[in-house]
């Protein structure tokens, strides 16, 4: 079953379907194209499980396993009784089923969730269940029945290594893919003087030495009939790591922030070249080296406290880049371009606006800061 293509869709956040498309072109998936919501590409189960391991920006993979037209739930019924479920679905592991339907002639998601999960229960005896492993998505889109596995399980961003986050964390999915449109490659290092629980650094540093983000979990579509182990083992242990002499410093005037960024560091394997310290903005001192990358994700009032009292912080964080980070670049998100602007920061045009825990956050990017 792993010589079979199909349709690999993998999800982005709205708007950074571009960004994840060059990801997805970087590793080498052939035909791809970005389509509302991600990017679509065709290929085989090797592909699928290859997208979960080394995508850094996706926050899902789905691969769509097959489809069949139906006009009325008596069609719905009878073609999914005749699907071959068992090629792709193991009989001994629950199913969840989800059904949407747009522009079709059944219009009750409700009526024809039942008809394909008796289907699947008489025809292929897999149980139901709420709280399945697997969730198959099924939706009716101008009468054409189209059916996805969610391949994924957990969110890609859970890269299975960072146990303790602060009140409102950057996902890793959305930190890479913020710091792609920032130009980063993994070349030059990275700074966050407001790093919480430290995924922009560790991020950059799990860039910088090759390390895939799916290195050390485990993943929905190895509870599913095409699922090969030894294939996998080889194919996710050939990945070379790259030597790099680079540093990447996190601070924050949180202690248990710093404390907590160390550890995370740590189990992510990087923290031999991540350094996390303990004080305010106005003390953050500019490493030797080269110039690099200023990627900051400070609060912002509708999430985190009272906007008012932000401005003085967004006013020293801007002082002190200025004063000490010439020839860096910034990247900076927040909710608010208010505050963005407290900074006095040149940002560029060259903007993104994303949804990111019930708000919608920009990030503002500089040139090199004379």
């Known amino acids: 079953m792993t010589d079979t293509s199909f349709d690999i869709f993998v999800t982005a956040p709205p708007g950074l379907e571009p960004l994840l498309l060059a990801q997805v072109q970087a590793a080498g998936f052939a035909g791809a194209q970005a389509v509302p919501g991600g990017v679509s590409f065709p290929g085989g189960w090797p592909d699928v499980w290859r997208a979960n391991v080394e995508l850094r920006g996706a926050g899902r993979v789905l691969a769509r396993f097959g489809s069949f037209l139906a006009f009325h739930l008596a069609q719905l019924d009878k073609r999914s009784r005749k699907f071959p ?55 009716i889109d101008d009468n054409t029945v189209t059916m996805s596995v969610d391949t994924s399980g957990e969110s890609l961003h859970k890269r299975g290594h960072k146990e303790a986050v602060g009140k409102a964390p950057m996902r890793e999915t959305l930190a890479s893919l913020f710091l792609a449109h920032c130009g ?8 966050d003087p407001m790093c919480g629980s430290g995924t922009f650094v560790i991020e950059a540093a799990e860039i910088a030495r090759g390390l895939m983000p799916g290195r050390s979990r485990d993943f929905a579509f190895m509870q599913l009939a095409s699922f090969d182990r030894a294939a996998f083992d080889a194919l996710r242990s050939a990945y070379a790591l790259r030597d790099t002499n680079l540093q990447f410093y996190g601070s924050d005037r949180d202690t248990g922030a710093v404390r907590n960024a160390t550890a995370n560091a740590q189990r992510a394997g990087v923290g031999d070249i991540t350094t996390f310290a303990h004080h305010a903005i106005s003390d953050l001192p500019r ?55 407290a900074t006095g920061l040149p940002f560029t045009q060259d903007r993104l606006q994303v949804p990111h825990g019930g708000l919608k956050v920009t990030l503002f990017p500089t040139d090199p800061l004379k």
């Not at 897999?126 to 198959?136: E, V």
């Not at 980063?184 to 700074?191: A, D, F, L």
């Open 287 to 341: 490493p030797a080296g080269p110039p690099g990358l200023i990627m900051v994700n400070p609060p912002y009032g509708a999430r985190i406290g009272n906007r008012n009292l932000l401005f003085p912080l967004y006013g020293a964080l801007g002082a002190t880049l200025k004063d000490r980070f010439r020839g860096w670049r910034v990247g900076l998100v927040t909710s608010e371009p208010g505050l963005a602007k």
């Open 184 to 191: 980063y490659t993994g070349t030059e290092p990275v700074v």
């Open 85 to 139: 479920w068992t090629d792709t679905l193991r009989a001994d592991v629950p199913v969840r089923v989800e059904v949407t339907c747009h522009k079709s002639k059944i219009y009750h998601a409700g009526a024809a969730q039942q008809r394909i999960e008796t289907a699947l229960k008489e025809e292929a005896g897999i149980t139901i269940a709420s709280d399945a492993p697997i969730t198959l998505k099924v939706r």
